[in-house]
């Protein structure tokens, strides 16, 4: 089954602590992985970054929610247990345990109203099926989706001048081809518009990647012109290339590098755009939100 959401592991948390022990988070996590079936696979998903498990996290936010709600306690660091009133809300056998259910705690609402932004969300009906840090991972993802749109406009936009240049920029960004000057000797104009050349792997030039770009709006990249394309790496004795295009590329040109020995890196549009952000290429930073989480090991000694 999919992962449910943090509300959706509530009630089970709760009646996870039903005997009254103190037990670990790391303990309630796999005690309700079981119950929900979880695979491996889904188990082992991580949180984009990288730190903690996706299940993890949503049976974390569901214990901190139950807790302003005064549901459950922690007892010392990572360990928890369920409060008086806990226990009547099971002895109460609801049907499960939502942030509309928990709105009926002054606490609960007192610590949601300490955020406009919660404020905002809840006036609006918003879904809060995700925890705050899935909804800031989903503002994230549509806000990259908007720049990606964004700047690939641009760069079709863009003079074969300036798409040269900046095909040349990403490509040292991203720590091929040496120095700027290095690739850009190397890598010249066609006529066509595109850009073609051979340029370093590697600052010390151990081996070589001939760069084919075009910078198209909607035709498609097809089988024909990358064939074409690892033809052309034949006289420079060249095993890798990079081809690079504002379009996109068809299924068959797709399978046919998959079907080839030479190594051949399509990069279509939104790719090069995405890479243009993730190497600082043609933007900049605007805003900054810091996340700061309680070091555990700063107050160590309190669980001596």
């Not at 089954?1 to 509300?7: E, L, N, R, T």
């Not at 099926?129 to 936009?157: C, H």
């Not at 850009?184 to 600052?203: C, F, H, L, P, S």
């Not at 549009?269 to 995405?274: H, I, K, R, V, Y």
Request: charged share 30%; hydrophobic share 35%.
């Amino acid at each position: 089954m999919a992962i449910p959401d943090y509300q959706t592991v509530m009630l089970p948390l709760l009646k996870s602590l039903s005997d009254g022990a103190e037990q670990s988070m790391k303990e309630l996590t796999n005690i309700l992985a079981e119950q929900f079936a979880l695979s491996e696979g889904e188990r082992e998903e991580m949180w984009p970054s990288g730190q903690q498990t996706k299940f993890a996290n949503r049976v974390g936010w569901a214990k901190s929610y139950m807790n302003k709600a005064g549901l459950v306690e922690t007892v010392r660091r990572g360990v928890v247990r369920i409060t008086k009133e806990g226990g009547k809300v099971l002895a109460e056998n609801p049907a499960g345990i939502d942030v509309k259910y928990l709105k009926r705690y002054p606490s609960f609402v007192e610590f949601r109203n300490t955020s406009k932004e919660a404020k905002h969300t809840d006036a609006n009906g918003e879904d809060e099926s995700e925890t705050p840090e899935e909804q800031l991972d989903t503002a994230y993802k549509k806000l990259r989706a908007a720049l990606v749109d964004d700047l690939l406009s641009q760069v079709k936009q863009s003079s074969p001048a300036f798409f040269e240049r900046l095909v040349v920029e990403l490509l040292v960004a991203m720590g091929y081809g040496g120095s700027i000057e290095d690739a850009g000797k190397a890598v010249g104009r066609t006529g066509d518009g595109g850009i073609d050349g051979i340029i370093k792997e590697d600052r010390l030039g151990l081996d070589a990647v001939v760069v084919q770009a075009k910078r198209w709006d909607t035709n498609v990249v097809g089988r024909p012109d990358v064939q074409a394309f690892a033809g052309s790496m034949e006289p420079h004795r060249a095993r890798k290339g990079v081809f690079i295009t504002t379009s996109s590329f068809s299924s068959q040109a797709e399978e046919y590098v998959r079907q080839i020995e030479r190594k051949i890196v399509l990069i279509d549009g939104p790719t090069l755009a995405s890479y243009m952000i993730d190497y600082g290429v043609g933007v900049t930073t605007y805003r900054t939100f810091v996340l700061k989480k309680v070091d555990s090991d700063y107050f160590e000694e309190l669980d001596r």
